[in-house]
């Protein structure tokens, strides 16, 4: 599945490549101030096709072996790359963040936008670390949730409203 999502992102990102990085787009911002709205038929896809792409690749953002893999292939040297990923920060805002299922990409795709990590996550070993802190936090988030709940739950059920000594 992975494959297959990693060739739609390569197609897509070509596409975006042909509305994002051309000069008569960056020449327009800078004299404009504002970004151009691309219709479908330039884009080359719908706007429902266009969501679902961008959705998905922001979710393959959590995990940090593809990013290394995007970063081993040198995506990251491309500024058209880096410019459609600061275009990717709409993804935070909570209409669209609503519909994301892992919300830790988010932080992945805020880290990306700092040179020094796309540098650091090419090494595998600083990717897999990650990946394996990533795991210890989800085996163990369930579980430290509902003991502080418990927790919660004992302390405020017995307090008085005295002080404690």
Not at 136 to 162: E, Y
Request: with cysteine; aromatic share 16%.
């Amino acid at each position: 599945y992975v494959l297959d999502n990693i060739s739609c992102v390569k197609i897509y990102w070509k596409q975006c490549i042909f509305v994002f990085g051309t000069t008569a787009c960056r020449a327009q911002i800078m004299s404009t101030g504002a970004r151009r709205v691309w219709t479908d038929e330039e884009v080359g896809i719908s706007g429902h096709e266009r969501f679902a792409l961008e959705l998905e690749f922001v979710q393959c953002l959590a995990n940090p072996l593809y990013i290394n893999w995007l970063a081993t292939k040198q995506y990251f040297d491309n500024p058209s790359f880096i410019n459609y990923l600061k275009y990717l920060q709409y993804w935070k805002q909570p209409a669209y963040a609503s519909h994301i299922t892992y919300p830790h990409c988010l932080f992945f795709l805020d880290r990306l936008q700092d040179p020094e990590f796309r540098v650091a996550i090419k090494d595998f070993s600083y990717a897999e670390h990650i990946r394996q802190a990533q795991e210890t936090f989800f085996r163990n988030f369930h579980s430290n949730r509902v003991a502080d709940a418990v927790g919660a739950v004992q302390g405020t059920a017995g307090d008085t409203g005295s002080p404690k000594p």
